[in-house]
Nanobody, 123 residues
């Protein structure tokens, strides 16, 4: 059974940092793109960041560019999202996803999803 498991969420003050992890099991994703999305209450799930299988190409939404860093360790089947300079508007459930079909930015194209981890940034 393929499973993506996020961890590392929590409550942090504005300006603080968190590091999210996404651990995959059941199959290797070393040849697949992976991404992070987030969903705030009452809002659509939105793209945050994505990374190609080799880790040499990364993509970010404008709202997190320069503050968040996506990375992966294929040998560990794990992806990370380092989040710095957090803002209250970053508050959301963060989801990892794998195996995009087509655009990395389109949530509907991903085959696998984690259950999400809550990130809350207080002002």
């Amino acid at each position: 059974q393929v499973q993506l498991l996020e961890s590392g969420g929590g409550l942090v003050q504005a300006g603080g940092s968190l590091r999210l992890s996404c651990s995959a099991s059941g199959r290797t994703f070393s040849r697949d793109g992976m991404g992070w999305f987030r969903q705030a209450p009452g809002k659509e799930r939105e793209f945050v960041a994505a990374i190609k299988w080799g880790g040499d190409s990364t993509y970010y939404s404008d709202s997190v560019k320069g503050r968040f860093t996506i990375s992966r360790v294929n040998a560990e089947n794990t992806m990370y999202l380092q989040m710095n300079s957090l803002k209250p508007e970053d508050t959301a459930v963060y989801y990892c996803a794998a195996s995009p079909r087509g655009s990395y930015f389109n949530k509907d194209g991903y085959d696998y999803w984690g259950q999400g981890t809550q990130v809350t940034v207080s002002s």
